[in-house]
């Protein structure tokens, strides 16, 4: 016996359904409850938000970074647009790194620009372009305030027992923040190429 199926009954699967609407899973700054998690949902809550901070933080260095990547000129043009891009690229894993943990966490990350804007401590740069130790000027003071982050989330962490928190504060953004932090420094120590005799 063959089933009689009419046009207008069938479900077209080829066409988008790109206009989807539904209400958030999980808010902003809530953490899962019952996570298999050894760490209560209080503290768990609280390295999130610091977390997230760190991660506002780390997403404003990120971009200022292929900023001036993008922007940099004068005779060290070369070594600092390489060397910029491989910040960013560093800083992409680690903003990476920090979400993942937020996640782990049962929290929610922080994620959009205009979001990061309003939470980050990083002060904002101009649209334009400026001259190269400026640049390099706001990326240290953006280091400082990150490694500053970095401390006070370990601090933190350390007396709530969260040593995954602490190891990816010291470890994984702490470290390699100090590192280009001295690398990009360097660039504003004034030393000739040639000593005059």
Not at 111 to 135: C, S, W
Request: aromatic fraction near 6%.
């Amino acid at each position: 016996m063959a089933i009689s199926i009419k046009k207008s009954e069938v479900k077209d699967l080829t066409t988008p359904h790109w206009h989807a609407k539904a209400r958030e899973i999980q808010k902003y700054g809530e953490v899962t409850k019952d996570l298999p998690h050894p760490l209560d949902e209080k503290v768990r809550a609280e390295m999130v938000g610091k977390l997230n901070q760190l991660l506002a933080d780390s997403i404003a260095i990120r971009d200022m970074y292929k900023k001036h990547h993008w922007q940099v000129g004068g005779p060290t043009f070369y070594q600092l647009h390489l060397l910029f891009d491989k910040h960013f690229e560093e800083q992409v894993d680690m903003v990476d790194t920090i979400a993942e943990r937020i996640q782990l966490l049962g929290g929610v990350t922080i994620a959009m620009g205009g979001d990061v804007a309003e939470v980050t401590q990083v002060p904002r740069p101009p649209r334009g372009k400026e001259e190269v130790p400026v640049q390099i000027s706001r990326l240290l003071e953006a280091h400082k305030i990150i490694i500053k982050g970095c401390l006070d989330l370990s601090e933190a962490a350390d007396k709530a027992g969260d040593q995954g928190t602490n190891d990816l504060a010291v470890s994984d953004i702490l470290r390699p923040n100090e590192l280009q932090s001295w690398f990009i420094g360097q660039h504003l120590i004034e030393m000739p190429l040639v000593i005059p005799e």
